[in-house]
């Protein structure tokens, strides 16, 4: 992109986007073990959640199916995690999104993993190959599990530019705001 700043100041455009997006689903089955994977291609071993590079919802429930073979329900939004400063100076932001398996049977890409399993939630917190953030957001889940059992919905609308698609993650019908607003 070109600009040119048409004032007579220093341009305060950023030089490009000033944010990463990603997305992790945590997919936590009845018998209380997390669906954990490997990735094929890293430099040590190790354990993580499921994650992709598109829209929150349909871009991890599409990742978890392709990764693992698990389909997924969206419940919610367990937590971000923010990172000022990560790669080139830019933010991270890592969107961790509870999922509901709806089968069981793992069937891995071995094209992108190199292990993947159903670990029993206990055990993946004191696991010595689980990242802190990862370990953090398990714990945060165990001790929230009564908390995080309203399910939010994903509900898509025409952004402000009249073009695009936003997606509002809530856990109430915006038919309601939009009705209770007109009173």
């Known amino acids: 992109m070109m ?20 997305v992790g689903g945590f997919v936590q089955n009845e018998k209380g073990e997390l669906l954990v994977v490997s990735e094929k291609y890293w430099n040590e071993p190790h354990w993580k959640l499921p994650d992709a590079g598109e829209s929150l919802v349909q871009g991890v429930i599409r ?9 997924c329900a969206f419940i919610s939004i367990i937590c971000v995690r923010h990172r000022i400063k990560a790669f080139f100076e830019k933010g991270d932001m890592y969107w961790i999104l509870r999922l509901k398996p709806l089968n069981e049977e793992i069937n ?3 094209s992108e993993l190199s292990r993947c399993q159903w670990l029993p939630i206990s055990d993946y917190i004191s696991h010595p190959h ?16 009564d908390l995080m059992v309203h399910e939010m919905k ?6 402000y530019d009249g ?12 038919l309601i705001i939009n009705q209770s607003a007109s009173h």
């Open 3 to 22: 600009t040119h700043w048409l004032q007579d100041e220093t341009n305060k455009l950023p030089d490009y986007a000033s944010h990463y997006i990603g």
């Open 130 to 145: 689980v990242n802190n953030l990862n370990k953090q957001v398990a714990i945060l889940a165990l001790k929230n599990e």
């Open 108 to 110: 891995m890409d071995s």
């Open 154 to 159: 994903s509900f898509p609308f025409v952004g």
């Open 163 to 174: 073009v695009s698609t936003d997606y509002l993650y809530q856990q109430f019908d915006p």
């Open 63 to 71: 990742e978890v199916k392709e990764e693992t073979g698990i389909d």
